[in-house]
């Protein structure tokens, strides 16, 4: 197999030469957060209008939210396949 230099550069500079990254970037939140709150900076009204710890506090209250939402859909999808299996 051929190994690529610049891409083992290049992965070894994204992990830090090899760390896992739950290890970088922590818990499953976290991750999340960082996402949202990248995205919430791209947004120039959003920028504008809020200061840093106001956007990382609506980055965590989307992220609750999200995860509330998938909680409620997955229910919802156990519960109709449950209703399949009854007939």
């Known amino acids: 197999m051929n190994e690529d230099p610049v ?3 290049l992965i070894a500079a994204f ?3 090899g760390t896992p990254l739950p290890a ?8 999340q957060v960082t996402i949202l709150v990248a995205g919430l900076l791209a ?3 959003v920028c504008s209008e809020l200061d840093a710890t106001e956007i990382v506090d609506a980055a965590i209250n989307y992220a ?11 229910n919802t999808q156990i519960n109709s396949l ?5 007939q």
């Open 82 to 86: 449950e209703r399949l299996l009854d």
């Open 7 to 9: 891409l083992n550069k």
């Open 24 to 31: 970088l970037i922590g818990n499953k939140l976290e991750g």
């Open 15 to 17: 992990t830090q030469d």
């Open 43 to 45: 947004n120039s009204n």
């Open 64 to 74: 609750n939210v999200i995860q509330e939402r998938l909680g409620h859909y997955q």
